[in-house]
């Protein structure tokens, strides 16, 4: 695979995604190393996209442990339960929030964060890790963005 993706620029939201999860496919694909593949995904994520962050927290003992991530620095341990991350972790269920300020609850890691959506990755019936991606704008993420991300996280599990 070439480090470099190829997007078309004017694609809607859908086609760009379309075009993009052969390309992490590829990416992950004979690569082994979990947190690598974390961490190159995550770049092709926020490169195709622009969102203010993406990145990785992984289940280590009783609370979630930041991973590879690209974007501003963040929260280094949630507690589950806790923040949209921690209920996802949780719930086992993808967590999409179209405005971060009306979720009860919410960790605020970065005030540039509007909106948000965790996937929660699950092995064996556990989760063992989430992707969090966050948008800068209001109502940004949306169904088509977790309908990607959850075929990105079964990449990696």
Known sequence: MAEELQLTPS?????????????????????????????????????A????WVG???????????????GPIACTRIQKGKGVCGIAWATKQTQLVPDVDAFPGHIACSSDSRSEI??????????????????????ELDEADARFFEKVVSLLQ
Do not use: C
Request: hydrophobic share 45%; aromatic share 8%.
């Open 11 to 47: 694609a809607s939201k859908e086609e760009r995604y379309k075009e993009l999860l052969p390309q992490i496919e590829a990416l992950v694909t004979g690569e082994p190393d979990l947190i690598a593949n974390m961490a190159n995904v995550a770049s092709a994520i926020r490169m």
């Open 49 to 52: 996209t622009g969102y203010l």
């Open 56 to 70: 990785f927290y992984l289940v280590k003992e009783d609370e979630l442990v930041l991973g590879p991530f690209q």
């Open 118 to 139: 965790v996937v929660p990755g699950i092995k064996n019936g556990e989760v063992i890790f989430v992707l969090d991606v966050d948008s800068a704008r209001l109502k």
